[in-house]
Structure formats: C-alpha cells, structure tokens
C-alpha cells in the first residue's frame, strides 16, 4: 500500500498541487503545526517526517518546518527539495546561515554534502527511501537548481 501512495504522491497532479499558491501559503505552514500539536502528524505514505527547527537568518526567531528524512549511521539525512520549485527552501537557507539546528527537539549540527562522491550514495539511498526525489531534482534542474542534502550530525 505504501509503495502505491508513494507513486501517488510522486504524479504530476500532485506534483502541481505541492506547487501551488494554496499548498505554500497553508500546506507548509499548517503541518509542522499539526505534526508538533499531535506529535503523529506524517505524510500520506507514512514516510518518517519530523520538524527542522532552525534560527531565522533574518530576524533571530525560531523556524519550524517539516522534513522527510532517513537515516545514514547516527547521522539524520534531510533534502532541501522544496518539491523541485526554485530557491531552496527557508529553513535550509537558515540551516546553512546558522548550522546549530533541532531535528525532533534534539540538538543537531547542519552539514550540507558537498563531497561527489558521497553525493552520488545519500543521492541512491534517498531515492531508495522515496522515489519522487527524482522528480525533484528532474523540476530543479528546469531552472538551473541543483536539489541539496543536508546532513544533520548529533552534538
């Protein structure tokens, strides 16, 4: 069933439902809310998702979000992909600005992967964790984006 609600999830009816004024103005900012008030909240295929909380670079103030992610060792493993729109998303932008960040209330340091090769493996895993990564980086690339990973290393 997982596997179904995946390839759902990864249509391009979906796909232009994430890109959509709605689902950015409400989407976005409505599930870490939900996901910290009921601490349950997931998406739809039940893909391990937590919040980001990372310090706005423009005004000091705490920015929560949600994030899939996986794990790589004791390391947690998060893409910035913003479902392939241009720009990478904010709490990215305010990971790399201030790398101290909490992923599930836990302290954690923000390393993005610049390393080829290390890209290529975090790339075949993620895509292994979720294929609609690939049509993420397929959308960024339109716009000349390359879709980060960030590694999120325990204190």
Same mark, same amino acid.
């Given at each position: 069933?997982?596997?179904?609600?995946?390839?759902?999830? +990864?249509?391009?009816?979906?796909?232009?439902?994430?890109?959509?004024?709605?689902?950015?103005? %409400?989407?976005?900012?409505?599930?870490?809310?939900?996901?910290?008030?009921?601490?349950?909240?997931?998406?739809?295929?039940?893909?391990?998702?937590?919040?980001?909380?990372?310090?706005?670079?423009? *005004? #000091?103030?705490?920015?929560?979000?949600?994030?899939?992610?996986?794990?790589?060792?004791?390391?947690?493993?998060?893409?910035?992909?913003?479902?392939?729109?241009?720009? #990478? !998303?904010?709490?990215?932008? *305010?990971? %790399?600005?201030?790398?101290?960040? &909490?992923?599930?209330?836990? !302290?954690?340091?923000?390393?993005?992967?610049?390393?080829?090769?290390?890209?290529? &493996?975090?790339?075949?895993?993620?895509?292994?964790?979720?294929?609609?990564?690939?049509?993420?980086?397929?959308? +960024?690339?339109?716009?000349?984006?390359?879709?980060?990973? %960030?590694?999120?290393?325990?204190?």
């Amino acid at each position: 069933m997982r596997r179904i609600i995946d390839r759902l999830i +990864a249509t391009r009816a979906m796909l232009w439902f994430e890109h959509s004024a709605l689902w950015r103005i %409400l989407g976005w900012r409505l599930v870490p809310l939900l996901m910290r008030l009921t601490g349950r909240l997931a998406t739809a295929s039940g893909l391990p998702t937590g919040v980001i909380e990372t310090t706005d670079a423009r *005004n #000091g103030h705490p920015h929560r979000r949600c994030a899939l992610y996986f794990h790589d060792g004791d390391r947690v493993i998060v893409v910035p992909s913003k479902a392939g729109l241009p720009g #990478g !998303p904010y709490w990215y932008l *305010n990971a %790399l600005a201030h790398p101290d960040v &909490r992923f599930g209330g836990v !302290p954690f340091r923000a390393e993005q992967v610049d390393d080829a090769d290390e890209l290529a &493996r975090l790339w075949a895993l993620a895509d292994g964790f979720y294929p609609g990564y690939a049509l993420y980086r397929a959308y +960024a690339a339109r716009d000349d984006r390359t879709v980060p990973v %960030l590694r999120l290393v325990p204190h």
